[in-house]
């Protein structure tokens, strides 16, 4: 007859677990889940989301912490110099065309949606705890993809090459997120990093970006099974086709797109086919 030992562990509690496993993160156990007055009234799986945590950045691109979307997209923090990493896909087809997707009503910051006045109506809401008013409008149109590399394994880094394939990584997570675009058809690899662009842009008040967005661009013919929480419409257009949708006062796009487009966007485009590899890998950050 054999026996065997069993070895005595000591039971883990909130006092001893960083002794026993350094590696454990205590701070997200006793983080309350982000469902405060802040985003009463928003869609349930939109507010799951605002407790992603996003990169914390110092003006360099630096990464020097995390904190939740909700943290960094309030603009109270936002106006105090909160700056979190983002990233923006292209995604032309073979055609040439870019894809562009119209934001969904749900969305927290940039719906589908404004707030007139936006300084003067939080006011109220503080001050008098009038609800705050929403003007349904044509929600926003923008680039293909914009989103976060989240503050996890894999989708951060501190030098530039780490940096980029971390948001190669989150913009693929996210493209099939949002737009039903399985990771087979955008490889890693087939993701081009253009540039880094810091710049702020309020919501409605309370809520904004303040970002340093890395820019992606790639080429592929992809099937689109899209997220309608994420994406009410999207469409293909060429160069042409864009500039008009512009000069409809009926359209409205997200600002990081517009600052894109108006800056940058067009001259990349005519060299989509030829000369795009001048443009490719800048080091410096444009300070939008």
């Not at 997200?28 to 802040?38: E, F, G, K, P, S």
């Not at 749900?106 to 003067?120: C, N, R, S, Y």
């Not at 990771?183 to 842009?201: C, G, M, N, S, W």
């Amino acid at each position: 007859m054999t026996t065997t030992a069993t070895a005595t562990t000591e039971a883990i509690t909130a006092e001893n677990v960083l002794r026993l496993f350094p590696e454990v993160n205590t701070s997200l156990a006793t983080t309350a889940r982000a469902d405060d007055n802040d985003l009463e009234g928003y869609d349930e799986e939109q507010i799951r989301l605002m407790d992603e945590v996003c990169i914390v950045l110092d003006e360099n691109d630096n990464p020097i912490g995390s904190a939740s979307k909700k943290v960094c997209h309030l603009m109270k923090n936002i106006d105090r110099g909160l700056l979190h990493r983002a990233f923006s896909v292209f995604l032309f087809d073979s055609n040439g065309r870019l894809l562009l997707q119209q934001r969904a009503d749900e969305k927290i910051t940039f719906p589908g949606w404004f707030t007139p006045f936006p300084a003067l109506t939080i006011y109220f809401v503080i001050t008098f705890s009038i609800p705050m008013l929403r003007i349904p409008a044509q929600g926003m149109w923008t680039n293909t993809c914009c989103s976060h590399p989240l503050g996890v394994p894999g989708e951060t880094g501190a030098e530039i090459h780490a940096a980029v394939q971390g948001v190669r990584r989150a913009a693929q997570r996210k493209l099939n997120h949002e737009l039903g675009i399985k990771p087979v058809q955008v490889p890693l690899e087939k993701f081009d990093f253009l540039t880094r662009i810091h710049y702020k842009a309020p919501s409605d008040g309370k809520w904004g970006e303040h970002e340093i967005d890395y820019i992606l661009f790639i080429r592929a013919d992809v099937d689109l099974d899209v997220n309608p929480n994420e994406a009410q419409d999207t469409r293909y257009v060429t160069a042409e086709e864009l500039k008009v949708m512009f000069k409809d006062d009926k359209l409205t796009f997200t600002p990081w797109f517009k600052l894109i487009c108006e800056s940058m966007l067009f001259k990349w485009w005519e060299h989509l086919d030829e000369g795009l590899d001048k443009y490719k890998g800048e080091t410096q950050i444009r300070r939008m």
